[in-house]
């Protein structure tokens, strides 16, 4: 069965650090990975997507995410955070052939100026 | 704002209350999804269709009962909730279903929050 895992409720970070937000995964097959962020009173938007190819994928407002096969993981991360980062970020996966996507728990990231 | 929006944004109800959640997409998709979100939990998916047929039920109560008369519309309709309803429900639509897409995107709306007291 497909589960994935965010084993972080919170990241706090200051404004101008590196962030990482974790997330693992498990799935039958390859795995089709998703970020998506949620705002305060905002349903979820698409950040960024592993489907094939690089493992360093690329994404909206400067996020990029690492598919690491080998240790299942597919983290999001961020050279330089920004205060307007503060949201909560959910990690999903999908494998080939389903339909549904499985959500993480999610991560609230908190960023400090 | 997403190409899908939600109506109403909030909703309190008692519990013999009869309500209905709507979903609208303006994106020309063919799937929809209603979700549920619960505070410190993932995501519950709840229903999915596909060109106006269910293809997922998840062991959703009967008390939620969703309808879908075309392809860019998606009810919810509620009866009898218990307060444990409460929560943010989400609607999703995606262009098809991840069988022969699986990288297809979903879109969501901003939600509907429910207050069943």
């Known amino acids: 069965a497909q589960s994935v895992a965010q084993p972080e409720d919170q990241v706090n970070v200051a404004e101008g650090n590196p962030l990482t937000v974790k997330c693992t995964y498990s799935?039958?097959?390859?795995?089709?990975l998703f970020w998506y962020v949620q705002y305060p009173n905002r349903g979820l938007q698409f950040l960024l997507k592993?489907?094939?190819?690089?493992?360093l994928v690329k994404g909206s407002y400067g996020f990029e995410a690492e598919f690491n096969k080998s240790q299942t993981s597919f983290h999001l991360k961020k050279p330089s955070a920004l205060v307007s980062d503060s949201a909560l970020y959910f990690c999903?996966?999908?494998?080939?052939?389903?339909?549904?996507?499985?959500f993480g728990a999610g991560t609230r990231l908190f960023v400090k100026a | 704002e997403t190409g899908v929006t939600q109506t109403p944004r909030h909703l309190v109800m008692g519990m013999t209350n009869k309500k209905s959640l709507k979903c609208e997409q303006h994106?020309?998709?063919?799937?929809m999804y209603w979700y549920k979100q619960s505070a410190k939990k993932p995501l519950e998916l709840m229903f999915v269709?596909?060109?106006?047929?269910?293809?997922e039920n998840n062991s959703v109560p009967s008390r939620f009962s969703p309808e879908c008369p075309n392809s860019s519309h998606l009810f919810l309709h509620l009866h009898t909730l218990q307060p444990e309803d409460s929560a943010l429900y989400l609607c999703?639509?995606?262009?098809?279903?991840?069988?022969?897409?699986?990288?297809?995107?979903?879109?969501f709306g901003p939600g509907t929050r429910l207050t069943v007291l």
């Open positions: 999703a639509s995606s262009q098809d279903l991840g069988g022969g897409a699986p990288g297809d995107t979903q879109y």
């Open positions: 799935v039958s097959g390859n795995p089709y």
């Open positions: 592993y489907i094939t190819g690089d493992n």
């Open positions: 999903a996966v999908r494998d080939l052939g389903g339909f549904k996507t499985i």
């Open positions: 994106l020309g998709h063919n799937a």
């Open positions: 269709y596909s060109l106006e047929e269910r293809v």
